[in-house]
C-alpha cells in the first residue's frame, strides 16, 4: 500500500467545513427551512454553488438563485442565527477525530483554516472535545482580508506556525480551498464533500475519498498504524430492513449474490458514511448471523444515480430470500469505492474484498460482534440510528 514519499511536509493545515465537520447537512436544513417562507424550494443540487465561500458570497449566491426581496447582508444575518441554534448538532466527518488525534500524538503542528468567522469557528469546535487544543493556530475568514480563493488564510496560518509555506500540507473539501492552498504554495490533498466531483479537483495533489484513504507517509507524516490484516476497525454501525432486491444484476452479470437493502429512511446514515467497501456480520430474521462485505456507494462501474447499500453474504445459499428481514452491524472498512477498467477486474477485486472481510472476521476484534445477544438487543429506529 506504500506509495513513495511525494514530499516532506512538517504541518498541516486543516478547513473545518465539510473537512472535519459535516455542515452541508445542516445548510441543507436552514436552508430548506428558511426558503420556505419564500415559497422557494432548496434544491440540494445547487449546494457546489456556496461550498467553500465565504459566507457573505454564499449569500450573494443564494439571494440571486431563488430571487430573493433582500439583500445578501440581510440574508446572512437572518440565517446567522438559525445556524447558531443548530451548530450543537454538527457531526464529525469519519476519520476526523482519528486524523487529529494521530497527528497530536505524534506531534505534528496543526492549524485551523476557515472561511467561516472566528465565533462561529469557536462554536463549531467547542463541540468537539480535544480539537481546540490540538490547533497551534486558527485562522478564520474574518481576521484576513480575503478568503479563499486567496491564499491569505493559509499563509497567514504558516505564518503563525512560523512554518514555511512549502512545508505545509492542506486537507480540504472545496475548489476555493484547494485554489488558495496552491496559490499559497502548499501541497494540497483534497476530500471532495460533493459526489462524483473528483474531476474537478485536478490542481490538488492527491485527491482522496474520505479522511478514512489519507496515508500521512505519503508526505514524510508518521502512517496510521491502526490497519489490521488490510482493514480499518470502525465504531460499529447498524443498518436493517427487508431485502428488495439484488439477484438480479449481482448474480447474472457478476456471478456475486448481493442482497440489496431498501435504502428508505436510512438517508441520514447513508450521507454520514464515506462511499467505499465495508465488512461485518449479516442477521437474517429466519436463518441466522452470517460473515458479509459490502459496497456502500454510487457503484461507478455501473454509474448508479442513487447512493445504494450492497451486502454480499459470504455464504452459499441454495435460494433467494427477498423480502426476509436483514440486519447488518458493520465494523471496519476496506477501500474506498473505485471505478474499473473492466468487468473481470471488478469481480476480481470483489472476491479479494472478500476474503479480505472472511479473514478478519476471524479475528476477535471483529468476531465478537456476531454475538446473538448483540443483534437481537439492536432498536433500530427509522432512521437507522441505535
Same mark, same amino acid.
Given at each position: ?9 512538517s #504541518?498541516?493545515? &486543516? ?12 445548510? #441543507?436544513?436552514v ?8 415559497e422557494?424550494?432548496? +434544491? ?10 465565504? $459566507? ?14 433582500l439583500?445578501k ?14 451548530? #450543537? ?5 469519519? !476519520? ?17 483554516? /476557515? ?23 486558527i ?9 479563499? $480563493? ?16 512549502s512545508?505545509c ?23 471532495? /464533500? ?7 479537483y ?8 474520505s ?8 508526505? !514524510? ?6 490497519? =489490521? +490484516?488490510?482493514?480499518? $476497525? ?11 432486491k439484488?439477484?438480479?444484476?449481482g ?13 428508505e ?22 436463518r441466522?448471523v ?6 456502500? !456507494? ?8 442513487e ?5 454480499? &453474504?459470504?455464504h ?11 440486519? &447488518? ?13 473492466? %468487468?473481470?477486474? %471488478? ?32 432498536? =433500530? ?6
Amino acid at each position: 500500500m506504500m506509495n513513495s514519499v511525494r514530499k516532506l511536509v512538517s #504541518c498541516v493545515i &486543516l478547513d473545518l467545513d465539510g473537512t472535519l465537520v459535516n455542515t452541508d447537512g445542516i445548510v #441543507c436544513e436552514v436552508l430548506k427551512d428558511y426558503l420556505v417562507k419564500y415559497e422557494k424550494k432548496w +434544491d440540494g443540487r445547487e449546494a457546489y454553488k456556496i461550498i467553500g465561500k465565504t $459566507p457573505i458570497e454564499a449569500a450573494a449566491a443564494i439571494v440571486e438563485d431563488y430571487g430573493l426581496p433582500l439583500s445578501k447582508e440581510d440574508l446572512l444575518s437572518e440565517i446567522t442565527l438559525m445556524f447558531s441554534d443548530q451548530w #450543537c448538532k454538527l457531526k464529525a466527518l469519519p !476519520g476526523a477525530y482519528r486524523l487529529i488525534k494521530h497527528l497530536r500524538g505524534h506531534g505534528v503542528q496543526m492549524a485551523l483554516a /476557515s472561511n467561516s468567522p472566528r465565533a462561529s469557528i469557536e462554536t463549531k469546535i467547542s463541540y468537539h472535545p480535544t480539537w481546540k487544543e490540538s490547533f497551534s493556530a486558527i485562522v478564520a475568514g474574518d481576521e484576513v482580508k480575503a478568503g479563499k $480563493p486567496s491564499p491569505e488564510i493559509f499563509l497567514e496560518a504558516a505564518k503563525r506556525l512560523s512554518i514555511d509555506p512549502s512545508q505545509c500540507l492542506v486537507i480540504e473539501d472545496s475548489l476555493p480551498g484547494i485554489t488558495a492552498a496552491k496559490a499559497a504554495e502548499m501541497e494540497a490533498v483534497a476530500v471532495p /464533500s460533493l459526489p462524483k466531483q473528483s474531476h474537478l479537483y485536478a490542481a490538488a495533489d492527491e485527491v482522496i475519498n474520505s479522511l478514512l484513504d489519507l496515508r500521512p507517509e505519503k508526505w !514524510g507524516l508518521p502512517p496510521f498504524e491502526d490497519w =489490521i +490484516d488490510s482493514t480499518l $476497525p470502525l465504531e460499529p454501525w447498524h443498518i436493517g430492513g427487508p431485502v428488495i432486491k439484488g439477484y438480479g444484476r449481482g448474480s447474472k452479470v457478476l456471478g456475486i449474490p448481493t442482497a440489496n437493502l431498501s435504502v428508505e429512511g436510512y438517508a441520514t446514515v447513508l450521507a454520514e458514511h464515506p462511499a467505499g467497501v465495508y465488512f461485518g456480520w449479516a442477521k437474517l430474521s429466519n436463518r441466522g448471523v452470517y460473515k458479509m462485505v459490502m459496497s456502500l !456507494g454510487w457503484n461507478p462501474y455501473f454509474n448508479n444515480t442513487e447512493k445504494t447499500i450492497e451486502p454480499w &453474504l459470504l455464504h452459499d445459499f441454495k435460494e433467494d430470500f427477498y423480502s426476509e428481514e436483514l440486519h &447488518l452491524v458493520i465494523v471496519g472498512y476496506i477501500r474506498p469505492e473505485a471505478n474499473f477498467p473492466s %468487468l473481470e477486474s %471488478l469481480v476480481a477485486k470483489i472476491h479479494e474484498d472478500g476474503k479480505i472481510a472472511e479473514n478478519a472476521l476471524d479475528l476477535p476484534l471483529y468476531a465478537k460482534y456476531k454475538d446473538e445477544k448483540y443483534f437481537t438487543s439492536i432498536a =433500530i429506529g427509522q432512521d437507522g440510528h441505535l
